[in-house]
């Protein structure tokens, strides 16, 4: 991540070593596991309006562009599918490409598909907030973008400087303290997300949100279980934290 703007930080921008583009593979197999799911979605539950001659795709949260392009690409063509099985005219196609206003559109752009069926537009700024017309969203799509919370969420002094000084691991209390904190953060922004979402998208239209998450069976006054990203990462950051020192 490089620079923050509104509170919010981008994506490492450009094309080098450290850019996102160059690492983000991981995301890229979450967009690939989700294709297929998604292809049968549009098949199946994609309500075409004969009146309308366009389609508007929106990407919340693309980053530099690397992984929403083979996203918005399978969209499309999924979408024209769709309209020939229903004898209906292939529409023109636009693409939204939201991200925060630090985000390095000038990357996203210079490296458009060459032979695209789509024009592009940025739709620089917070996500959490209303961005595009009233009913104009026929697919909004969102993939490892919607779990960056606004802010971190609220806590007791003693809570921020046992998540934030590290050293310690939480006990159960504290653990479900942490976690019921992120999650009601998580739950506020999510809404604000919908709720925006909700005007903007046309009626028929469909969401596809691709958003990490742990196993329906985890239980956090448990200890953190080895499949966890969260404290995978935690142990990394301390990691890390300690060579700084
Ligand atoms: C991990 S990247 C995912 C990029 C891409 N969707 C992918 O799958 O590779 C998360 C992106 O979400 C963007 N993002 C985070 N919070 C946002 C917000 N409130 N509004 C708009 N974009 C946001 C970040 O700037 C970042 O580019």
Same mark, same amino acid.
């Given at each position: 991540m490089d620079s923050k703007d509104n509170g919010y930080y981008s994506m490492n921008g450009g094309d080098e070593y450290h850019s996102y583009?160059?690492?983000? &593979?991981?995301?890229?197999?979450?967009?690939?596991?989700? &294709?297929?799911i998604i292809e049968e979605e549009i098949a199946t539950k994609l309500e075409i309006p004969t009146s309308s001659k366009h389609f508007c795709i929106a990407d919340f949260g693309c980053s530099t562009g690397g992984n929403s392009f083979p996203a918005m690409n399978t969209i499309v063509e999924a979408v024209k599918r769709r309209h020939e099985s229903s004898n209906l005219k292939t529409p023109e196609f636009y693409v939204c490409f939201n991200d925060v206003v630090s985000n390095d559109f000038n990357t996203l752009f210079s490296s458009l598909p060459p032979g695209r069926s789509y024009e592009a537009a940025a739709v620089p700024g917070d996500f959490h907030r209303r961005l595009l017309p009233p009913s104009s969203v026929h697919f909004a799509y969102s993939s490892c973008s919607l779990h960056w919370l606004t802010e971190a969420p609220e806590a007791t002094e003693g809570l921020k400087s046992l998540v934030w000084s590290g050293g310690e691991r939480l006990r159960g209390g504290e653990k479900e303290e942490v976690y019921k904190a992120y999650l009601g953060q998580f739950e506020r922004d999510l809404e604000a997300f919908l709720q925006c979402r909700a005007v903007e998208m046309v009626d028929g239209g469909i969401m596809a949100l691709l958003i990490a998450g742990v196993p329906a069976s985890w239980d956090p006054q448990k200890e953190f279980t080895g499949v966890s990203v969260a404290e995978l990462l935690r142990s990394s950051l301390l990691d890390l934290a300690k060579k700084e020192d």
């Amino acid at each position: 991540m490089d620079s923050k703007d509104n509170g919010y930080y981008s994506m490492n921008g450009g094309d080098e070593y450290h850019s996102y583009v160059k690492n983000s &593979t991981y995301q890229r197999g979450i967009w690939e596991a989700a &294709t297929a799911i998604i292809e049968e979605e549009i098949a199946t539950k994609l309500e075409i309006p004969t009146s309308s001659k366009h389609f508007c795709i929106a990407d919340f949260g693309c980053s530099t562009g690397g992984n929403s392009f083979p996203a918005m690409n399978t969209i499309v063509e999924a979408v024209k599918r769709r309209h020939e099985s229903s004898n209906l005219k292939t529409p023109e196609f636009y693409v939204c490409f939201n991200d925060v206003v630090s985000n390095d559109f000038n990357t996203l752009f210079s490296s458009l598909p060459p032979g695209r069926s789509y024009e592009a537009a940025a739709v620089p700024g917070d996500f959490h907030r209303r961005l595009l017309p009233p009913s104009s969203v026929h697919f909004a799509y969102s993939s490892c973008s919607l779990h960056w919370l606004t802010e971190a969420p609220e806590a007791t002094e003693g809570l921020k400087s046992l998540v934030w000084s590290g050293g310690e691991r939480l006990r159960g209390g504290e653990k479900e303290e942490v976690y019921k904190a992120y999650l009601g953060q998580f739950e506020r922004d999510l809404e604000a997300f919908l709720q925006c979402r909700a005007v903007e998208m046309v009626d028929g239209g469909i969401m596809a949100l691709l958003i990490a998450g742990v196993p329906a069976s985890w239980d956090p006054q448990k200890e953190f279980t080895g499949v966890s990203v969260a404290e995978l990462l935690r142990s990394s950051l301390l990691d890390l934290a300690k060579k700084e020192d």
